[in-house]
C-alpha cells in the first residue's frame, strides 16, 4: 500500500526566501508522485509530477521537486518565495496511472512580507 | 482549456433532500472515474471508484446506499448524495483516468456542499 508524509503541517517563510516542502512515500513499486496546490476555496491545480526519467521535476510557478529513491523523497522547492504563493500544498502518490491517488495531510505555506 | 468539468461549483441544500453531482471528460473517454471528497482543513479522502458501465467500489466507511455513483458512459459520471446531512458539507472533487493519458493527473475543479 502507498502512504505519503508531509512533514510539517505549516510552513512559514519570509518573501524571496527558499521555500521547502518536505514529503516522504512509502510504495512497494516505482511510484508516480505528484505536487499540488489549492488556494482557498479552490480546486486542486498540479504543479508537477514525476513518473519515470529525469528525477528533477519542473513545474509552474517556479517550483522544482526531485525524486530520490534511496531517501523514498519527493520535496518541492522554490529558490524565492511571492506573496502569492501562500496556499496549502499537497504531495500525492500512485502506483500507476490507473489507480487512485493517495495523498498527504497538505502543507500550508504562508509567506510574509 | 479544461479537460474536466463539475456541475454545480457550489450548492447549498436543506437536511434530508439529495443532490446531483455531475463530472464530465471533456476531450478524453475516462474509463475510470474517481470521487474524492475534502472536509475543511483537511485532505482528499477517496470515496470510491467506479468503472464504466459497472457498480462502483467503495471505500471503507462511506455509505454505498448514501453516496450513489453512476458511470453509464465514458464522459459522465454522476455523484448523488441522498438525505443528506450537515455532516456531507464537504468538497467533492472528480478524478477520471484517462486511458490514453495515463500518466496526467486531471481534477474536476470540485463541488462544494453545504448541507443546512
Known amino acids: 500500500a502507498q502512504s505519503v508524509t508531509q512533514l510539517g503541517s505549516h510552513v512559514s517563510v519570509s518573501e524571496g526566501a527558499l521555500v521547502l516542502l518536505r514529503c516522504n512515500y512509502s510504495?512497494?513499486?516505482?511510484?508516480?508522485l505528484f505536487w499540488y496546490v489549492q488556494y482557498p476555496n479552490q480546486g486542486l491545480q498540479l504543479l508537477l509530477k514525476?513518473?519515470?526519467?529525469?528525477?528533477l521535476v519542473k513545474g509552474i510557478n517556479g517550483f522544482e521537486a526531485e525524486f530520490k529513491k534511496s531517501e523514498t523523497s519527493f520535496h518541492l522547492t522554490k529558490p524565492s518565495a511571492h506573496m502569492s504563493d501562500a496556499a496549502e500544498y499537497f504531495c500525492?502518490?500512485?502506483?500507476?496511472?490507473?489507480?487512485?491517488?493517495?495523498f498527504g495531510k497538505g502543507t500550508r505555506l504562508s509567506v510574509i512580507a | 482549456g479544461a479537460v474536466v468539468s463539475q456541475h454545480p461549483s457550489w450548492v447549498i441544500c436543506k437536511s434530508g433532500t439529495s443532490v446531483k453531482i455531475e463530472c464530465r471528460s471533456l476531450?478524453?473517454?475516462?474509463?475510470?472515474m474517481f470521487w474524492y471528497r475534502q472536509f475543511p482543513k483537511q485532505s482528499l479522502m477517496l470515496m470510491a471508484t467506479?468503472?464504466?458501465?459497472?457498480?462502483?467500489?467503495?471505500e471503507q466507511g462511506v455509505e454505498k446506499d448514501k453516496f450513489l455513483i453512476n458511470h453509464a458512459s465514458l464522459t459522465l459520471s454522476t455523484l448523488t448524495v441522498t438525505s443528506a446531512h450537515p455532516e456531507d458539507s464537504s468538497f467533492y472533487i472528480c478524478k477520471p483516468f484517462f486511458q490514453d493519458r495515463q500518466e496526467t493527473q486531471y481534477f474536476g475543479p470540485g463541488t462544494r456542499l453545504l448541507v443546512l
Open positions: 467506479s468503472n464504466e458501465g459497472s457498480k462502483a467500489t467503495y
Open positions: 514525476y513518473t519515470t526519467g529525469a528525477t
Open positions: 510504495s512497494s513499486v516505482p511510484p508516480y
Open positions: 500525492a502518490v500512485t502506483p500507476s496511472g490507473n489507480t487512485p491517488l493517495v
Open positions: 476531450d478524453f473517454q475516462a474509463t475510470t
